[in-house]
């Protein structure tokens, strides 16, 4: 553990490497975790079945490069299918567990996830696919650091969308119609919201950014039908780290993390990376605790 | 539900297993004049690709020894039939069937399933039933210091698989003037019984040629990125470099070798062909060292398949799809012969008898030879090591059945 420090500081320039990597795989995190964030906060729906839609946009661009397309051009295709695709979901299923009990939306969203899986089995068989940009890899720093321009791409488009998502919330009426059912639905309805279309949307939004995420995965890692949970796992340690409600406080912890794992991973090996993501999620739920209690007892 | 109706319901289902029972063993193992096997194997479910391999490699090989007149005891030539279940490549679901085979069906020669976690979960069962196994899939070190008696593998254990690519980078250090002590040997193994197999039998070696170990990382099962590990490897600069982390390992680490650059004299990883990283990722994967249990290259010969290259262009002929005939299926295959071959020597279907002569197997066949360890493992047959040059897998390791010879230190084009 000390040489590999010792090593950071020989060559400092693997430092930027580390920190290049971390905010990379972060942002792609992000968009997953943003989408959960969404549903959790305004539906208080927990989706088990976050990891299985961010695959199934990688399918979705790995189908294209079958078909002689670019992966990259599976953005948009993801993003329209996927929305539909939790449109109906929303409409089949989610609709009957909102407001119920927090274990029927994990049970329902879990088996969701299941069968999820089970169709990409069926269709993609189980083998492991990736879809290629082709994108070219430069070197910088007399060859120490490496970016493949797709990583690059994937970071900007992935800050795109965050950016037009948020705008979106914001600005324009479903966004604010959003969170004023958030806020309080039954408000929200006296006030002439459809709630009903509210949380269909909200739900259909996050199926499309975890598509959108899917497709960038595509090019960076590796798909399989039963990979989708590692994600479902890292969106539910990001919002839970940025406490709930926090939208840009998503997109900090998202990226943190990503360069926390990436250092964790040189400095104590690959055994103890996601030990360290989670650790850090424990510590900072504890130290929450501890300013709450501090806070509630300085009100009394 | 009522009484009465749960009563009659108990009933029902009693007289029905009993009949079952009772009418299983008596003529279930050999119906008139064919013999059944039974198996229970992944045709669904995370290992279905490599099941349904291993189960067309048993088709084929029971195709073949009922054409060649079928296996002859007692006097009597008999065909071959497999009875197959779907264990959804679940272990839990292996072991129920295992259980559902030899009690209801009433068979009494298994072949194993796929993968060494669904072998892991049936040993048990034939073993207490005292009912003989071979297996061709499960590879696993483990399955072979329980002291099982039923158990019989026809392939080479893990710890081989990335063995034999600590000798040759042996070989290299002294070809290029140096000690093989001075090599330094980065690892990365997935956190899975299989990838600890293949690391201990690495460090085993390692020691014996005293090399050293620079970087030893365990990849968590569901790490999906391997970039901080690369570029500690990027950092260190080692001679070699070994991966096992099953398909998406291999997947994973070709794909971040690329993209970070890395340029280690030698790289060894399983699951080559398995991840179709050639195919994926070009050249990139050049000179890349990966194991492999059988090539239709090597030299390996037998009574009924031929040649290893006769039994690819069978096997090809036979199953469409297929531009390479993966070793999950050959090995299939020996273990049918495996079966003839014991049914015939014991002349009988005695299971205690066929146990006696599965232990004192001595074949030769197009998979490699085949003699088994007082654990059940067959020591008869060496892991080769393939070398993707120019994308093919060339045999480079051991010697004794080298095509190509080996290049190093690794070039690839443009880096």
């Given at each position: 553990m000390l040489d590999n420090i010792a090593l950071l500081g020989i060559a400092p320039l693997l430092n930027v490497q580390l920190l290049l990597d971390g905010l990379f795989i972060g942002a792609i995190f992000v968009l997953a975790a943003y989408g959960l964030a969404l549903v959790w906060g305004v539906m208080n729906v927990k989706n088990l079945a976050q990891g299985d839609f961010v695959m199934m946009g990688g399918y979705i661009a790995f189908v294209m490069t079958k078909l002689g397309i670019h992966p990259i051009f599976g953005l948009p295709v993801a993003i329209v299918f996927m929305f539909g695709f939790?449109?109906?979901?929303?409409?089949?299923?989610?609709?009957?567990?909102?407001?119920?009990?927090?274990?029927?939306?994990?049970?329902?969203?879990?088996?969701?996830?299941?069968?999820?899986?089970?169709l990409l089995n069926l269709i993609f068989s189980p083998d492991v696919m990736v879809a290629e940009s082709g994108f070219a890899i430069r070197s910088y720093l007399g060859g120490m650091v490496t970016v493949a321009d797709i990583k690059l791409i994937s970071f900007l488009l992935a800050g795109v969308l965050a950016t037009l998502v948020i705008t979106f919330m914001k600005y324009s009426r479903m966004g604010q119609a959003i969170r004023a059912t958030a806020q309080d639905p039954r408000a929200a309805r006296v006030m002439g919201i459809d709630t009903e279309r509210v949380y269909a949307f909200t739900f259909a939004l996050n199926a499309a950014i975890c598509g959108a995420a899917g497709v960038l995965i595509s090019m960076i890692w590796v798909l399989q039908p039963f990979f989708g949970m590692t994600y479902s796992i890292r969106a539910f340690v990001i919002v839970t780290a940025a406490g709930l409600g926090n939208l840009p406080g998503v997109i900090i912890a998202g990226l943190g993390l990503g360069a926390v794992e990436q250092f964790a991973g040189f400095i104590l090996g690959a055994e103890l990376q996601q030990f360290t993501v989670v650790g850090l999620l424990v510590a900072i739920l504890v130290w929450r605790q501890v300013q709450m209690s501090r806070h509630r007892q300085a009100v009394r | 539900m009522s009484k009465h109706f749960k009563f009659l319901t108990a009933l029902a289902f009693g007289v029905a297993a009993a009949g079952l029972v009772a009418a299983g063993p008596a003529h279930a193992k050999v119906e008139g004049d064919t013999i059944i096997i039974g198996s229970a194997i992944s045709f669904t479910g995370k290992y279905s690709t490599n099941g349904i391999h291993a189960s067309n490699g048993y088709d084929l090989g029971v195709k073949r020894i009922n054409e060649m007149g079928g296996v002859k005891v007692g006097g009597k030539m008999y065909k071959l039939k497999i009875k197959y279940y779907d264990d959804e490549s679940t272990p839990l679901r292996t072991a129920q069937l295992a259980e559902r085979l030899i009690k209801q069906d009433g068979i009494k020669f298994i072949l194993g399933p796929y993968s060494s976690a669904t072998t892991k979960a049936m040993a048990p069962i034939t073993e207490k039933y005292k009912i003989p196994m071979v297996e061709a899939e499960g590879a696993s070190r483990s399955l072979f210091t329980q002291g099982y008696k039923y158990l019989f593998a026809v392939l080479s254990t893990s710890e081989q698989y990335l063995a034999s690519s600590i000798a040759l980078a042996a070989e290299m250090a002294k070809k290029a003037g140096k000690k093989p002590s001075d090599v330094r040997v980065?690892?990365?193994?997935?956190?899975?019984?299989?990838?600890?197999?293949?690391?201990?039998?690495?460090?085993?070696?390692?020691?014996?040629?005293?090399?050293?170990?620079?970087?030893?990382?365990?990849?968590?099962?569901?790490?999906?990125?391997?970039?901080?590990?690369?570029?500690?490897?990027?950092?260190?600069?080692?001679?070699?470099?070994?991966?096992?982390?099953?398909?998406?390992?291999?997947?994973?680490?070709?794909?971040?070798?690329?993209?970070?650059?890395?340029?280690?004299?030698?790289?060894?990883?399983?699951?080559?062909?398995?991840?179709?990283?050639?195919?994926?990722?070009?050249?990139?994967?050049?000179?890349?060292?990966?194991?492999?249990?059988?090539?239709?290259?090597?030299?390996?010969?037998?009574?009924?398949?031929?040649?290893?290259?006769?039994?690819d262009k069978l096997f090809k002929a036979t199953y469409d799809g297929y531009r390479n005939v993966p070793y999950q299926a050959a090995q299939a295959s020996a273990a049918v012969l495996v079966w003839k071959d014991a049914f015939e020597r014991a002349n009988s279907f005695d299971t205690e008898k066929l146990r006696q002569a599965l232990s004192e197997t001595n074949m030769k066949t197009f998979y490699g030879d085949i003699r088994f360890a007082p654990g059940g493992n067959n020591i008869a047959k060496p892991m080769v090591l393939r070398q993707i040059q120019d994308g093919k897998f060339n045999v480079v390791a051991p010697s004794k059945w080298a095509s190509h010879k080996v290049n190093w230190p690794r070039k690839v084009p443009g880096m």
């Open positions: 939790g449109w109906v979901v929303y409409r089949v299923i989610i609709y009957r567990v909102v407001g119920k009990d927090l274990f029927t939306s994990l049970l329902a969203t879990f088996g969701m996830a299941i069968v999820i899986q089970q | 980065a690892m990365a193994f997935e956190n899975d019984p299989f990838s600890l197999d293949v690391r201990a039998g690495v460090i085993d070696d390692i020691k014996k040629f005293g090399m050293k170990i620079v970087i030893d990382d365990k990849l968590p099962r569901d790490l999906a990125d391997m970039s901080a590990t690369l570029t500690k490897v990027k950092a260190l600069k080692p001679d070699l470099l070994v991966i096992s982390g099953h398909s998406k390992g291999a997947a994973t680490a070709a794909r971040q070798i690329k993209e970070l650059k890395i340029d280690v004299p030698m790289i060894a990883i399983t699951h080559c062909e398995a991840a179709k990283i050639v195919k994926k990722f070009g050249a990139a994967t050049n000179d890349f060292l990966c194991p492999t249990q059988w090539a239709e290259t090597l030299s390996y010969k037998g009574k009924y398949f031929g040649t290893a290259a006769e039994y």
